[in-house]
């Protein structure tokens, strides 16, 4: 059954408790001055659309921070491009560990500078949390958006959040209780991405749009939004079309690249595909909804995907040795978050060594050629979707930012 976000009871009078510590200083006669940061493109979307969601609210703001091209479309000021800090996987962390001190020490400045009335930041929590520690020395209170997956790994990292934020604005229902317990102030809001994942096209325009015909067999390719996981993870998808290739030469393919993507980089992976594989800025919900199936990086797009009602299967890899350090922390049987949701394997999971082209090519040749196995699955991703509430999630968090601001 879908879930309304809870904008009220006891986690709102622990918010108010919270806030009684911070004096800002805002002066009522001129705009709220908040500072956002959002460290990849999920947090730049989501971030653009609570800002927004602000504006129409009646709240007179400015904003600065960590984002990308979206929320810079928002108007807010970008004194760090997020793009700048394409990193996933511990391993990696670590080997440009001074850089990403750099850039923290960079909007750690901006902040002392500014002394925003409001620190908003966006999932990427190592990073993120750092920034919180400096706000919290200068009163100034934080809101965390996008809950980290501290109930999947990492759980006494909770006590920490609790210790740096005033709010937390969690995005899934199963989340509000994980943070109740640990005696962390918590809002449901509902995910944004109900409002948002949605097209204007119909399945034959969106082919049409594309040059596709109706009788097309279609599969779109999503490799990631951070050039470092695109790295790792798109030859492998491309090694799998080609074995596709060899039985079903016939396949048209879509890859809907990600703003935050160097398109150089991109470019050069896909020299040798130039042209078997159409590319195209953005569109990725256009793009789904002209496919019959999809292979996708585990993250966001997972859900994306389910949001639309297309089969797909998930291909993942990350340094050895940080997966290494993550299997051993981590405390759910998957990575996707449409299982984590679904509470099952719902989507087939090529993680690491199981990412064998082969492999991944025989299940993408299933989604496409078993019509019931795909039916089955679109079935499954629907019960996703009315897990996934009912919506409002933007502007049920631009009314908490509003609620923490007055």
């Known amino acids: 059954m879908p879930v309304s976000a809870d904008l009220s009871g006891t986690a709102g009078c622990r918010h108010r408790q919270d806030l009684r510590h911070y004096q800002t200083g805002h002066c009522l006669n001129k705009p709220f001055r908040i500072m956002i940061s959002a460290g990849e493109a999920s947090g730049d979307m989501h971030g653009a659309l609570a800002l927004r969601e602000l504006k129409k609210q009646g709240l007179e703001f400015t904003s600065f921070g960590m984002g990308g091209p979206k929320l810079q479309a928002e108007g807010t000021e970008i004194v760090l491009d997020c793009r700048e800090l394409s990193v996933i996987g511990i391993f990696e962390v670590l080997i440009q ?66 210790s740096l934020v005033s709010m937390m604005a969690v995005i899934f229902p199963f989340e509000v209780r994980f943070y109740e317990d640990a005696g962390v102030p918590v809002r449901y809001v509902g995910h944004p991405l109900v409002d948002e994942v949605h097209t204007e096209l119909s399945r034959e325009q969106a082919r049409e749009a594309f040059a596709l015909n109706d009788g097309d067999t279609v599969l779109g390719i999503l490799p990631g939004s951070r050039n470092g996981e695109v790295k790792r993870v798109l030859p492998i998808m491309l090694a799998a079309l080609d074995e596709l290739k ?153 009314r908490l930012i509003r609620d923490m601001l007055n």
């Open 97 to 162: 560990y001074r850089k990403l001190l750099r850039k923290l020490e960079y909007l750690r400045d901006s902040l002392r500078r500014e002394k925003p009335d409001l620190l908003i930041i966006v999932d990427y929590p190592d990073f993120n949390l750092k920034l919180a520690e400096t706000a919290r020395e200068l009163n100034v209170p934080v809101l965390f958006y996008i809950s980290p997956q501290v109930w999947a790994w990492r759980e006494k990292r909770v006590q920490r959040i609790g």
């Open 246 to 398: 060899k039985t079903r030469p016939d396949i048209k393919v879509l890859l809907p690249a990600a703003p935050t993507l160097d398109r150089s980089l991109l470019d050069g992976l896909l020299a040798a595909h130039a042209d078997s594989v159409q590319v195209l800025d953005g569109r990725a919900y256009d793009v789904m909804q002209a496919c019959d199936a999809v292979m996708t990086a585990s993250g966001t797009a997972t859900l994306e995907t389910a949001m639309m009602g297309v089969p797909m299967t998930i291909v993942y890899r990350v340094n050895p040795v940080s997966y290494a350090i993550m299997s051993r922390m981590i405390r759910i049987p998957w990575i996707g978050l449409v299982n984590i949701v679904a509470e099952k394997p719902v989507v087939k999971e090529f993680l690491q060594k199981r990412a064998k082209p082969r492999d991944i090519a025989r299940e993408v040749k299933r989604l496409l050629e078993d019509q019931s196995y795909a039916d089955d699955m679109r079935a499954e991703l629907r019960i996703v979707r009315e897990k996934m509430g009912e919506g409002g999630g933007s502007a049920n968090v631009a």
